[in-house]
């Protein structure tokens, strides 16, 4: 059967060749991979099936996928080398890989453990776990997520693994996703949109999350959160909104070495914005955080927070040290109101006239030459404080 789907899919496939290089560029940096050798169109699960074990046993292959709705009754297994799945028309909501609901017994709809795995163009989600777990135990590297909607996972949406030993996973990609419970709640505590252990140079940029929210007492996880001593991760232009907590580095003893954080619109709920814990060389830059039920917006806790800068954020709550936690801390605004943001509930913290407080009052980062939007800094005197440069 295989066989027969495989020459089936086979027949008159392109070559495509992919942006080359021998390496991933995290850290803010482009995705690179090795060159495809073969395309494969699917148009249904049991092609797209026999495309992912051709992919595993061959490597180097990109997987399309029709418009439809693949329905999965198990994983998808991934440890082939450079093995890709897009969608083919590039509309997302028109692709939809899923298992059988988050009480369901799909438990991943991707569980990678090669290099160079990429999605790109379309929905995944509906599963008990994980829409996509990346192994960084097995040393899966250079990972890419283009324009892909994840939804309605029994835990975090997008897991990095590891098992603490000597292998971590480098130079993954984020970029114009969205992560999201379509109920506005998430199942239980136990969830989060990027939850990443033991990473470096990663990037999340571009992207959305809505409704990372806990229905217990228990906080969910943050939005998009890097621990177990992952290194190296920028995060940036994001727009988070009503989740219980916005964007973490480390937790507790499981800390983060140097990373940016920079020009996030980032609304929550319950708890914090930018949370840093054993985080040491982080520097937060020209955020804007809007916080509901919590008295601060940004907190640098523990002894091993240290050596990084907070500068240029625009928040509604404080920006607290707690538990011997330090940094630079400067020209930061934190009184801002929600009429200062176009739509602070629906976490839209672009500025309106009334933040005249906010406008020409920050210093030159060279770190930061755009905004949010991706507009150049200054627009006028100096660069504005938080997210949003007013052209």
């Given at each position: 059967m295989f066989s027969l789907v495989a020459v089936a899919l086979l027949a008159g496939c392109d070559v495509m060749g992919g942006s080359g290089g021998e390496a991933g560029q995290g850290g803010g940096g482009?995705?690179?991979?090795?060159?495809?050798?073969?395309?494969?169109?699917?148009?249904n699960v049991s092609e797209l099936l026999a495309a992912a074990e051709y992919g595993n046993s061959h490597g180097n292959v990109e997987v399309l996928l029709a418009d439809g709705t693949y329905q999965l009754e198990d994983m998808l297994w991934i440890d082939g080398v450079n093995v890709g799945f897009r969608g083919q028309s590039g509309n997302r909501e028109a692709v939809v890989v899923r298992g059988e609901g988050m009480a369901g017994g799909v438990s991943h709809v991707f569980n990678v453990a090669g290099d160079y795995f990429a999605v790109q163009d379309m929905t995944v989600g509906w599963v008990g776990n994980h829409a996509v777990q990346i192994h960084g135990d097995a040393d899966a590297d250079y990972p890419y997520f283009y324009n892909v909607r994840f939804v309605d996972t029994g835990e975090q949406m997008l897991k990095v693994s590891t098992d603490l030993g000597s292998s971590w996973s480098d130079g993954g990609i984020v970029e114009d996703c969205s992560f999201e419970y379509s109920a506005g709640i998430g199942p239980q505590y136990y969830i989060g949109g990027v939850d990443g252990h033991q990473c470096r140079d990663w990037t999340v940029r571009d992207c959305y999350f809505y409704g990372i929210i806990s229905p217990e007492a228990d906080l969910a996880e943050h939005a998009v959160h890097f621990w177990s001593e992952s290194e190296g991760t920028v995060v940036e232009r994001n727009r988070i909104t009503s989740c219980d907590r916005g964007i973490g580095?480390?937790?507790?003893?499981?800390?983060?070495?140097?990373?940016?954080?920079?020009?996030n619109f980032v609304h929550t709920t319950r708890d914090v914005g930018i949370g840093l814990e054993n985080a040491s060389g982080v520097d937060v830059y020209n955020n804007s955080l809007y916080t509901v039920d919590y008295s601060n917006s940004i907190e640098y806790r523990f002894a091993g927070t240290s050596g990084g800068e907070i500068v240029n954020n625009l928040t509604s709550g404080e920006i607290a040290s707690r538990d011997g936690g330090s940094a630079t801390v400067e020209t930061n605004v934190t009184a801002a109101q929600s009429s200062w943001f176009q739509d602070a509930g629906s976490g839209d913290l672009h500025l309106t006239s009334a933040a005249s407080e906010a406008v020409d009052a920050g210093q030159t980062l060279s770190e930061v030459t755009v905004d949010y939007d991706s507009e150049d800094r200054p627009a006028g005197a100096a660069y504005d404080i938080g997210g949003d440069e007013v052209h």
């Open positions: 482009e995705w690179e991979h090795p060159d495809y050798d073969t395309t494969l169109v699917v148009s580095f480390g937790l507790g003893d499981s800390g983060h070495g140097p990373g940016t954080i920079r020009n």
